[in-house]
């Protein structure tokens, strides 16, 4: 497995690979990996001829008062874990590799990426937006993964991908849950054992909308006072936002008829978790 920090290298490596026919996929990550990761890995080992990984915590994407600095990093771990799942090249650049001297341009997106995530964290997708498309145009994928626990992230992306009629298939892979339910995030760490108690009303408040929508119920403002009311119940939960949103626009909506996904993010103690679950109506 190649390891390689140059933006010329992991351009060289895979240019080379793209010249014999391969596809190539793309698991874009901020490192300190875990089995979330993995399973984006492991599904671009299946599907490609060869697999990337890059491991960049991208200064552009974190607002002034956000965990960049904090942000836990373990470059040595994640190299091994990305070899024993069977990655080929790991592109691990530098701030400055990236954002050099006199870096000026950016991609700005609005849509998909106005609410939720995008009204808390302003700026947070254009720099999600700039560094992936960075990351394609340095790799060139046939196919890129990105988790669906950051939903609206893979939402904002296929908007770019289709509004720049960028040449890779974005391939969404499912939420993968501690045994308990708690959705894998390398964000978890920061959380002290009661903290990692309290998380599990994420999933919990997504469960029971889920039953509720199971049961009938399509009223998306009684569905956001059932997950409410489980997450009122924990002490050291704070609610940011609890939204139903449509599963391709990620605009609220007010009464179930397509497929919508039931987002929110929670702060427990310091730390700011999202989760999200998927309410498919069929047409
Ligand atoms: O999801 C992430 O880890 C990041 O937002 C991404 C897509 C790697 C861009 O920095």
Excluded at 32 to 58: E, M, Q, W
Excluded at 205 to 220: C, H, I, P, T
Aim: aromatic share 6%; net charge negative.
């Amino acid at each position: 497995m190649y390891v390689v920090k140059t933006v010329k290298e992991a351009k060289e490596i895979t240019r080379k690979w793209k010249s014999e026919g391969m596809t190539v996929g793309l698991v874009p990550t901020m490192g300190y990996l875990h089995d979330g990761h993995l399973s984006l890995i492991k599904r671009s080992v299946a599907d490609n001829d060869k697999t990337c990984v890059s491991v960049f915590v991208n200064p552009i994407q974190f607002g002034k008062n956000e965990d960049f600095g904090s942000y836990p990093r373990d470059m040595e771990h994640d190299s091994a874990l990305c070899e024993q799942s069977g990655a080929d090249l790991v592109f691990c650049p530098s701030a400055e590799e990236m954002y050099p001297e006199g870096f000026c341009s950016h991609i700005e997106i609005s849509g998909p990426a106005e609410g939720l995530c995008g009204a808390r964290r302003p700026g947070h997708f254009n720099g999600v937006c700039t560094v992936v498309m960075k990351l394609f145009n340095i790799m060139a994928p046939t196919h890129a993964y990105f988790g669906q626990k950051d939903a609206q992230q893979l939402a904002v992306i296929r908007r770019m991908v289709k509004d720049f009629n960028l040449d890779v298939e974005v391939c969404g892979m499912p939420i993968i849950r501690e045994a308990d339910g708690l959705a894998m995030s390398s964000r978890n760490t920061y959380l002290s054992a009661g903290e990692r108690k309290a998380a599990l009303c994420l999933s919990h408040a997504l469960k029971e909308v889920k039953a509720q929508f199971e049961s009938g119920e399509r009223d998306a403002a009684k569905l956001k006072q059932s997950a409410q009311a489980v997450i009122a119940g924990e002490p050291l939960a704070r609610i940011d936002y609890i939204e139903i949103v449509d599963i391709i626009s990620m605009k609220p909506i007010d009464r179930l008829a397509a497929p919508a996904l039931c987002a929110l993010a929670v702060y427990i103690g310091r730390t700011r978790l999202i989760d999200n679950i998927a309410l498919e109506v069929l047409k």
